[in-house]
């Protein structure tokens, strides 16, 4: 099946840096979306993207879809304490076998560790 | 706003029990989900539903079971709870690509 290979699997960083973390594949997505897990809870969707070369912004998130389809990244700007969680990417290749069109590939998820 | 419930945020089970986990959606989605979640795993897909009454095998669906009698409402079920079912699981809904998640229920099998 697809598989998306997401990294870095952790990072620890200080109050006020960037981060950056990516997700590439060897298949082509239609969609690519980004989610953060805050300890204990389901992820939230933060990023939607649809397009090749799209890039988009969220409050100080911003991600980018692929020239490829095969990538995408997102990029926090200056971190906070509650920029702690988990951060998933994750991908849609359309299929036409109709009741599995939206099945998504998850990536393994990027463990953000924010030190005030 | 989606809201995608779970019935226990926390269960303890013994092994061989039957166990029934559900999920409700309010925002009238034909595609619901469930996943289990395990340290350096991610998400895995066990099962999911497109419409009432069907159903497709995710990715480990050995040892699982669902039900979709209605189209709020989507059950995992453990026939035979075993230890190595210990997980997180998720539940999501979706009308499109964009998936919304539950809280997740924090299965022990003892």
């Known amino acids: 099946g697809q598989q998306l290979n997401q990294s870095p699997q952790s990072m620890f960083i200080q109050e006020g840096e960037d981060v950056s973390m990516n997700c590439t594949s060897s298949?082509?997505?239609?969609?690519w979306l980004w989610y953060k897990q805050d300890p204990g809870e389901g992820p939230v969707l933060l990023i939607a993207l649809y397009k090749a070369g799209e890039l988009t912004s969220n409050g100080r998130l911003t991600a980018q879809f692929g020239i490829t389809r095969k990538d995408s990244f997102l990029n926090i700007s200056a971190s906070i304490p509650s920029d702690v969680g988990i951060y998933f990417c994750?991908?849609?290749?359309?299929?036409?076998?109709?009741?599995?069109?939206?099945?998504?590939?998850f990536g393994k998820g990027t463990l953000l560790t924010v030190n005030p | 706003d989606v809201k995608v419930t779970q019935s226990s945020r926390y269960l303890v089970k013994r092994t061989g029990e039957k166990v029934f986990l559900e999920c409700v959606q309010d925002m009238d989605h034909e595609n619901m989900f469930w996943y289990r979640q395990d340290p350096g795993l991610g998400l895995r897909l066990i099962y999911f539903?497109?419409?009432?009454?069907?159903?497709e095998k995710g990715d480990i669906p050995e040892g699982y079971s669902v039900s979709r009698e209605k189209k709020e409402r989507f059950s995992l079920i453990l026939e035979s709870a075993s230890t190595n079912q210990t997980s997180m699981y998720l539940c999501?809904?979706?009308?499109?690509?964009?998936?919304?998640f539950g809280p997740g229920t924090r299965l022990l099998v003892l």
């Open positions: 994750a991908g849609l290749s359309f299929s036409l076998s109709g009741g599995s069109n939206y099945k998504l590939t």
């Open positions: 999501a809904s979706s009308r499109t690509e964009t998936q919304y």
């Open positions: 298949s082509i997505f239609n969609t």
């Open positions: 539903s497109y419409d009432v009454k069907m159903k």
